[in-house]
């Protein structure tokens, strides 16, 4: 299993620019989870999704969209990005299965540079 | 009061020295806690989970005190590979954490 991946790695966009992270999965988890990172912030949640084609918002779910099609696709929309959007962007997942079931599963990051 | 928080270190420490880190949170009605590890540029990877008193893994030891709402990690026998920055998280209901800021460790020879 690849577990959860995200694409792409890293990406410089310029001040408006519009771009979509993906993340998928391939452990048929649930829940499904974007966080961005900070220096001095640590981990904050932007958005989640209790199943296919449901969404929540997050703390900091401002300038960002998700959709969530297939159970194991969860994609971050930036419709205008903003020089306050770079960070480093983690997605997670998890399983619906008792006690464990907050356990968190990450991706590998999405570093992003708005300039 | 943040709801989770962690002294952010670094933290200094020896080969084979024992460190310990404390995390405290603000909401009692808490069920679950997770220590994750961070590698520099890395994601968090889950280290341990807390449900009731605590939980050992080999050199790894998590307590959980409730009535003080904290849940500290103990490390014995310090490796280099030990150094990275540890995150305390707890659950939040709906399937979320929340997490702390996380703790640096530097394990030096």
């Known amino acids: 299993n690849a577990g959860v991946t995200q694409t792409p790695k890293f990406r410089v966009l310029k001040t408006g620019q519009s771009m979509t992270l993906l993340c998928a999965q391939d452990m048929n988890h649930e829940y499904m989870y974007w966080y961005r990172q900070d220096p001095g912030m640590g981990l904050r949640l932007i958005h989640y999704s209790v199943g296919e084609g449901t969404t929540a918002k997050g703390e900091v779910p401002d300038g960002y969209n998700v959709s969530r099609l297939k159970k194991q696709n969860f994609l971050l929309g930036l419709e205008s990005a903003a020089p306050s959007q770079t960070s480093v962007y983690f997605c997670a997942s998890s399983y619906l299965a008792g006690r464990g079931q907050e356990t968190q599963y990450f991706g590998p990051g999405t570093r992003l540079l708005v300039l | 009061r943040k709801e989770v928080e962690q002294d952010p270190g670094p933290f200094n420490v020896p080969e084979g020295a024992t460190v310990a880190f404390n995390c405290t949170y603000s909401?009692?009605?808490?069920?679950?806690f997770f220590w994750y590890r961070q590698d520099c540029r890395k994601e968090p990877k889950l280290l341990m989970s807390?449900?009731?008193s605590g939980n050992e893994d080999g050199r790894f030891t998590a307590q959980l005190n409730r009535a003080s709402q904290y849940i500290s990690l103990l490390i014995r026998d310090s490796k280099l590979s030990d150094s990275a920055t540890y995150l305390c998280a707890r659950g939040a209901g709906s399937y979320q954490l929340t997490f702390g800021k996380g703790t640096k460790l530097s394990v030096i020879p």
């Open positions: 909401n009692s009605a808490s069920q679950s």
């Open positions: 807390v449900y009731s």
